[in-house]
């Protein structure tokens, strides 16, 4: 056992409020989790984080920490926060092999899931613990969506998804890859072919445009587009990036990697929407990051900015008459993603909202019975773990939806759904 992840785990307060729990959109109970670590051992803390998390080993890879559970911890005030996100990688990475998931037996009813990204696989757990016949219909080869084709093996080691799958085949869940329904399947056949309730994970991929001038150019390309399969990309010497989200510097980063000599980012707003270990991260590889710059124009040369002013309050006062030609041999643009609209187009009733999100109620409903959606496709690029706690409610409706269908009663929940 690594000894700087126990004297870590000791640095815990065991706070009676813990403001780090309340810090973590899925309230992962971590002096709770510490504690049992410490006294009981890995196995026992590894089950509390994966029942209250089943993505925990992702989210304490990917979780912006510095906003969440370490943001608020008590001890960051005026030195450092106790490190949860390397003392529940430790624990939920040597548990994921270890583990066995619990299963009802199969109640012989059957739930279809679109798409395959982290609010699926976590749904897909769920509601194969309860006792469902579970299958994911994923239209690309591999499981993940986001986290297979939207982040960077260096942040994300694709083993772990591989891993993913294989538990979730153990435990009897169905996948069928390269299926894409809005396609040669509809959600009518589905329904036909007997499932009670469908749930839809399936991300944002439509890129979000400029709308300036060159923005179709060969050598101007979309983020989402880029991380989905970076090796059939030659990008040359020269690369700006335009927009800086966390997006924005896995591409950065991504494409220094590649052999990219320079790599700069270009963002409109006064500083990068990126989180700072994220910023951090990409200036160490070598980025350079440049704000207030508002894109013009992209030429083959590559973008044309003037300069953002901004005031004391941080409006916008105005932007320079002057122009500037930067040098790029690719441009790469990566200013958010949206769902694209197949499923919506092809399916009766299913609508979506303005910005093409699926419009839901409260509990993740759709506009069609028993059809119900959550991450992404219903509140935007959004983080990992706000996708899981998402679908934890999403699932509970859904079991609910099932049981009133067929006239059974329903347990009492709390007041968070559990």
Not at 170 to 193: C, F, K, S, W, Y
Not at 342 to 352: F, I, P, S, W, Y
Request: proline share 4%; hydrophobic share 35%.
């Amino acid at each position: 056992m690594s000894v700087l992840i126990l004297d870590e785990a000791n640095r815990c307060l065991n706070c009676k409020k813990p403001m780090c729990q309340e810090g973590c959109p899925i309230h992962t109970p971590i002096p709770k989790v510490i504690r049992t670590f410490l006294d009981q051992g890995l196995e026992a803390a590894g089950e509390m984080l994966f029942q209250n998390n089943p993505l925990s080993v992702v989210c304490s890879l990917v979780c912006d920490h510095e906003k969440q559970c370490e943001g608020h911890c008590v001890l960051g005030r005026k030195g450092v926060p106790v490190h949860f996100s390397s003392i529940e990688n430790y624990i939920s990475d040597t548990y994921l092999d270890q583990m066995t998931i619990s299963c009802a037996p199969k109640n012989g009813r059957m739930i279809a899931m679109i798409g395959s990204g982290p609010a699926s696989i976590s749904a897909a757990i769920l509601l194969r613990q309860k006792g469902y016949d579970v299958t994911i219909f994923e239209a690309k080869d591999q499981i993940g969506g986001v986290l297979w084709y939207g982040i960077p093996k260096f942040r994300l080691p694709k083993d772990i998804l591989l891993r993913y799958k294989k538990k979730l085949r153990e435990i009897g869940v169905h996948i069928r890859p390269n299926t894409t329904i809005g396609g040669a399947l509809q959600i009518d056949d589905l329904l036909r072919d007997g499932y009670e309730s469908i749930f839809i994970g399936t991300g944002v991929w439509r890129p979000k445009k400029l709308g300036v001038k060159g923005e179709s150019l060969g050598n101007v390309h979309f983020a989402i587009d880029y991380l989905a399969n970076p090796d059939v990309y030659e990008l040359g010497n020269e690369v700006v990036i335009i927009g800086a989200g966390n997006a924005a510097m896995d591409v950065a980063r991504t494409a220094r990697r590649a052999g990219v000599k320079k790599v700069t980012v270009y963002e409109r707003a006064q500083k990068p929407n990126a989180s700072p270990r994220e910023v951090s991260y990409a200036k160490i590889d070598g980025v350079d990051i440049i704000t207030a710059k508002d894109v013009v124009e992209i030429t083959k040369d590559g973008p044309v900015f003037r300069d953002v002013h901004y005031g004391e309050d941080g409006s916008i006062l105005g932007f320079s008459e002057e122009k500037k030609q930067v040098h790029a041999d690719s441009t790469i643009v990566s200013i958010s993603q949206l769902p694209k609209s197949k499923l919506v187009d092809n399916t009766k009733g299913l609508k979506a909202t303005d910005k093409g999100l699926l419009q839901t109620d409260e509990k993740g409903e759709t506009t069609i019975p028993g059809i119900f959606a959550s991450g992404d496709v219903v509140n935007g690029a959004k983080t990992v773990v706000e996708a899981v706690a998402y679908s934890k409610k999403v699932v509970k409706a859904m079991d609910d939806y099932i049981r009133t269908k067929h006239g059974e009663c329903l347990e009492e929940t709390d007041s968070k759904g559990n």
